[in-house]
């Protein structure tokens, strides 16, 4: 289907530089990001197919930062 629309000029010159980049037509970028602004969202309750994000154990803390004198042990055992 073919229709018009008002595009700011800026937005315009990088939609033709990404086609010409990508070897695609300009349509066909605005259509792909149309469906993916347009898709379903995943339900919360849906587990994901993404991977798993990694995580760390960055430890317990060494002391209680409001105790100054403390943290200033801390910091020249460290040091």
Known sequence: MKTTL????SVMQRLREEAARRGTTMSALVEAG???VLAPETPANQPDDSPS?????????L???SDRDA???AMEEQG
């Open 34 to 36: 149309l469906r993916r």
């Open 71 to 73: 943290l200033y042990r």
């Open 63 to 65: 002391v209680d930062i």
């Open 53 to 61: 994000l990694p995580t760390w154990r960055g430890g317990a803390e």
């Open 6 to 9: 008002n595009i700011d000029d």
